[in-house]
């Protein structure tokens, strides 16, 4: 299909702003359309899950719509946001479709632990979005990826790292490898 010649439309966004990139109106049918042909030629590629880069970036409904139509093995977005409830919702609103990662872990759960070695809130083993009831096989937990990787107070110290995956490895939630964390042989950043 051809899509050149669209023009915006004026509808209003249906998620955050991101200056970063283009902003798609995904109440168009057009766009619609245009993802899931996306969507459906990736898979012809041999992609068989999405990782949705900025998930609020429109709503989590379009989201359940696209996994709905591309039926991928897995799905999970990345909706930054530490707050629970946030995520909680983002989730529930693809229609339970898809995961999200545990930004309310590692925001306000292994971050404070490890840079201060006050593991006391870690003995629950309820914590973050992973410990909650009916999410933690929708809660994606890391301890860095290629965004916070380089950011200011992410979980900085080799031991540290390792304490963490000990942790996300051992706990609720689905667990998620950095890359050069397991390749890397050394952890600095």
């Known amino acids: 299909a051809n899509y050149q010649g669209c023009r915006p439309t004026g509808a209003n966004d249906t998620g955050d702003d991101f200056s970063g990139a283009r902003d798609?109106?995904?109440?168009?049918?057009?766009?619609?359309?245009?993802?899931?042909?996306?969507?459906?030629?990736l898979k012809e590629l041999g992609f068989d899950s999405w990782r949705w880069d900025i998930a609020?970036?429109?709503?989590?409904?379009?989201?359940g719509d696209y996994i709905n139509a591309s039926n991928p093995y897995a799905s999970v977005g990345e909706y930054w946001d530490g707050n629970q409830n946030l995520l909680k919702a983002w989730i529930n609103g693809t229609g339970g479709k898809s995961a999200a990662f545990d930004f309310n872990m590692y925001y306000d759960i292994l971050q404070p632990a490890l840079n201060s070695g006050n593991y006391s809130v870690l003995a629950s083993g309820f914590t973050g979005l992973a410990g909650q009831f009916g999410f933690a096989d929708k809660a994606v937990t890391f301890i860095d990826n290629h965004d916070t990787f380089v950011k200011p107070g992410s979980i900085v110290s080799n031991d540290n790292i390792m304490k963490g995956y000990a942790y996300i490895l051992t706990h609720h939630g689905i667990p998620c490898v950095f890359?050069?964390?397991?390749?890397?042989?050394?952890?600095?950043?």
């Open 24 to 41: 798609l109106d995904h109440t168009s049918q057009v766009v619609q359309n245009g993802v899931k042909e996306y969507l459906s030629r």
């Open 56 to 63: 609020k970036g429109f709503s989590s409904s379009f989201f």
């Open 179 to 189: 890359l050069p964390h397991y390749y890397g042989g050394t952890f600095k950043k």
